[in-house]
């Protein structure tokens, strides 16, 4: 891997796990000041993971003079092994984590592609660090009947395993996502699709991936995210989705105005995690929770 600028130190977090074996793992680059858009995708790309972070200079008016005083306010860009990505929630939670086993739990800005998102870092009582993201502004669209029978088609669904109650749609809250709902846990756990099929469509609607999920019980839920176009059959544990999910299940009227949600993803690839999604009443922007801890060199 040949970096025009310098070598930077590349971190490896995993994001929603307290098991470094668990969760989805990031690359976090601390210090990205100075290299190129080549440089990052290099790294990104040596390292093979789903996405890695890169933290920049914040810009001048993030978070106001107080904050950038207090170095709690950063630029942020992410890259999967192929491309950039507008936004990554586990990378979010790693990099915070990173920056809270630094300098300590406290509120963070980012700046990211999409718009600023705030992250708190808390210690638990175990001693783990947990991060919070609160999400842009999401909103959720429909999706023309064409596009889900050939979604279906590439992941080798029919129709008639679909739960009819949680309807097809398109959701964002910092990147796109296909939201799909299993009848049951063992359509759900039978992943395996034509990778260039479904990259070729989610490439045409601009999707980053396309989320599957199960209800287990009323705010219980088992989820997947087949990520071709970043080069990835599947992502561990995507936060960016589970934002955008949330905001799906509030606009369905899936569950109540104020609800705290419980997404478990990764258990199907033997890296179990744990989403902690919060809705609140006269809010839009979604809160998206988790535990994070360093991968051993």
Sequence with gaps: MAITARSPEVLRYTAFSGDPDGGNPAGVVLDAAGLGDGDMLAIAAGLGYSETAFLTPPPEALGGP?????????GIRYFSPKAEVPFCGHATVATAIALGERYGPGDLLFATPVGTVPVTVTA?????????????????????????????????????????????RIAFAGARHLVLAAATRE??????????????????????????????????????????????????????????????????????????????????MGRPGVLTVELRAGETRVRVSGRGTRIPA
């Design 124 to 168: 638990q009582a175990c001693g783990a660090l947990e991060a919070t993201l609160t999400s842009v502004e999401p909103h959720v669209e429909a999706v023309p009947g064409a596009d889900v029978e050939e979604a279906l088609a590439a992941l080798g669904w029919t129709a008639a395993e679909l739960d009819p109650a949680l309807a097809p």
């Design 66 to 74: 107080e904050t950038a005083r207090q170095g709690r306010a950063f």
């Design 187 to 268: 359509r759900l756990a039978d992943l395996s699709y034509d990778f260039d099929r479904l990259e070729a469509l989610m490439r045409r609607l601009d999707l980053t991936t396309v989320q599957l999920a199960w209800r287990a019980s009323e705010t219980v839920f088992h989820v997947r995210d087949p990520f071709p176009v970043g080069g990835v059959v599947e992502d561990p544990a995507t936060g960016a989705a589970a934002a955008a999910f949330g905001a799906y299940a509030r606009e369905l009227g899936l569950v109540p105005r104020t609800a705290v949600l419980t997404l478990h993803q990764g258990e199907d």
